[in-house]
């Protein structure tokens, strides 16, 4: 029940994040409009407050002395309350945030009810997880955790301060040393130190703090620090510790190289995949290849890795139980990530992700016998509820709006076959590897770690709302329509048991998308 509460409080904000700006209210010329500006930067303090302070409540828990959490019972009232104050913050947010310029700024009581109202669904929520009552116990018991999550909020958001001023030094650091590799291979390099534009004659980037490395060190330490936490009786320290500036300069390294092999690509003419696909996937996929290395070293070399003990192969057979469920997703994305940072504005290497995905399946195809089979009507049904409810809440967009020209552009025989094979991913691959992922792992995983020992038809608030949000975060923009497709999903593997009614579902659901989409031409609910 807690799980589900905190799922909850975690939704409101995204949705009401992604549906308002507070832009406006930082613009206003009156103080009150000003104040009111630095709401996102209360919210994030108190986010990250309360997860630390969760975190150090949980490792204090781990002492048979440590005070314990109150229990969270089921109380509708409350929550109605809750989904009252919700209504409310909406409605007052659109009169506050989306007020027409003309009219001038928001009136103090405006902005005061605003206020109000948001510290109300707090409230709300906070009396539907605990009585006044059990606050008070949390608060007398918990508060040197308490103050450790406050002390951590505070410093996330001065670090974040910090990070918008530093940003430019190490943007000058990155210049100096793209500029310098740059002139390695080119002997007529552009370089505008004042402007942070490099690059060549043919191509030119601008240094901008997203490119400086900032955000690629910052999650490079979130990471790592969390794998020194998580496997602290693993490594040896304090030699562990040395992963971290290792870590950061690898990061910065790698980030610049990033940079010239942008300009490189743009250089030979590719500058469609330079300033498309690999400006904004190298990234991601250059800090998942240096955290993963990290990992993989780490827990190999000796200067780092504690000597293994002889368990029975303890490891080694869960390892085994969880590569068939994750190796597909892992694959998928690895794929999606490739093609994407590969391809200018349309995707022609979409095969490569079909074909990763079909490897992996191929190679543990035992373990899916029968997932396939014994088709019923119930998977169906719920593939199309989910169809109707894609078609209701993914907006309009123009993120597909090039797919018929650039298959135009090519011989009909090639666009038939790239649209069969984008079809076959979209209706078989994608749904296997996400299934398998989320509702076969995820899903399991997290009532138990030896998620084998779950049964598959189980059902948990806590598992049932985590497993389907993550899965539509996955989806990006469309992430709500995609969360609520996940439940719909969870809810088909309830019924009976069986993993292959949410795989029939899914294949269901994209399947019907696939049709309605080449009949009407609505392309951006594929794109």
Same mark, same amino acid.
């Not at 498309?276 to 955290?291: D, E, M, R, V, Y």
């Not at 290395?293 to 890795?305: I, W, Y």
């Not at 994305?333 to 490569?352: N, S």
């Not at 009532?447 to 598959?456: A, I």
């Given at each position: ?23 406006s ?21 108190? &986010?990250? +407050? ?5 975190? *150090? !409540?949980?490792? $204090?828990?781990?002492? %048979?002395?440590? /005070? ?23 409605f ?27 510290t ?55 210049f ?12 007529? &390099?552009? +370089?505008?130190?004042?402007?942070l534009? *490099? !690059?060549t004659? $043919?191509?030119?980037? %601008?240094?901008? /703090? ?64 330079a300033a ?16 993963l ?13 504690r ?43 979409? /095969? ?26 119930w ?48 209706v ?41 949000v ?6 990006g ?8 497709a996940?439940?719909?999903f ?15 579902a ?22």
């Open positions: 029940m807690a799980a589900g509460l905190i799922l909850l409080l975690l939704v409101e904000l995204l949705a009401l994040s992604v549906r308002f700006d507070t832009q209210l930082t613009d206003m010329s009156r103080a009150w409009g000003q104040a009111a500006g630095f709401a996102p930067d209360v919210v994030r303090v108190f &986010t990250t +407050a309360a997860v630390v302070a969760l975190l *150090v !409540g949980l490792i $204090r828990g781990a002492s %048979a002395h440590a /005070p314990q959490l109150p229990s969270v019972a089921w109380r509708s009232v409350p929550l109605a309350v809750h989904a009252s104050a919700v209504a409310a913050f909406f007052v947010s659109r009169q506050t945030l989306e007020r027409d310029p003309v009219l001038g700024d928001p009136s103090v009581t405006l902005v005061t009810t605003w206020a109000s109202s948001a109300a669904v707090v409230a709300t929520w906070a009396l539907a997880l605990w009585t006044p009552g059990q606050w008070r116990r949390v608060l007398a018991e918990h508060r040197a955790s308490l103050f450790c999550g406050l002390v951590a909020g505070v410093l996330s958001w001065g670090s974040g301060l910090a990070t918008q001023e530093l940003w430019r030094p190490l943007a000058r650091y990155t100096a040393l793209v500029t310098w590799t740059l002139n390695l291979f080119y002997t007529n &390099t552009v +370089a505008d130190p004042a402007r534009v *490099v !690059g004659p $043919r191509f030119k980037v %601008a240094i901008s /703090p997203s490119c400086s490395g900032v955000e690629g060190i910052a999650l490079i330490i979130v990471f790592l620090g969390g794998y020194l936490w998580l496997y602290r009786r693993d490594l040896k320290f304090p030699r562990a510790y040395l992963l971290l500036p290792l870590g950061i300069a690898s990061m910065w390294l790698a980030n610049a190289m990033r940079i010239v092999a942008l300009v490189a690509i743009g250089t030979a003419g590719w500058r469609e995949v498309g696909g690999f400006h904004s996937q190298a990234g991601w996929i250059l800090f998942n290849a240096i955290a290395t990290f990992v993989g070293v780490s827990m190999r070399v000796r200067a780092f890795a000597d293994a003990e002889p368990t029975p192969h303890a490891e080694g057979r869960r390892s085994d139980e969880t590569t068939p469920y994750l190796a597909p997703f892992v694959a998928l994305t690895a794929g999606a990530m490739l093609t994407g940072a590969l391809t200018g504005g349309f995707e022609w290497l979409y /095969p490569l992700r079909v074909l990763a995905v079909a490897v992996v399946l191929w190679m543990f195809r035992e373990r899916y016998t029968g997932m396939l089979s014994n088709w019923s009507w998977p169906l049904l719920v593939g199309g509820a989910t169809f109707a409810t894609w078609l209701v809440f993914v907006p309009a967009t123009d993120n597909a709006a090039t797919w018929p020209e650039a298959l135009r552009s090519v011989p009909w025989y090639w666009a038939a076959a790239w649209l069969f094979v984008r079809t076959a991913g979209f078989v691959a994608a749904p296997l590897a996400e299934e398998l992922a989320f509702r076969g792992f995820l899903r399991r995983w997290i009532v138990r770690r030896d998620f084998e020992h779950v049964p598959m038809g189980i059902f948990t608030w806590g598992s049932f709302l985590a497993s389907s993550l899965f539509g975060l996955l989806h923009s469309v992430w709500f329509p995609a969360t609520v996940g439940m719909l969870a809810i088909a593997v309830q019924r009976r048991g069986t993993l292959r009614d949410a795989v029939q899914h294949a269901t659901t994209n399947g019907l998308i696939a049709l309605y989409v080449m009949a009407t031409g609505q392309w951006y609910l594929w794109g």
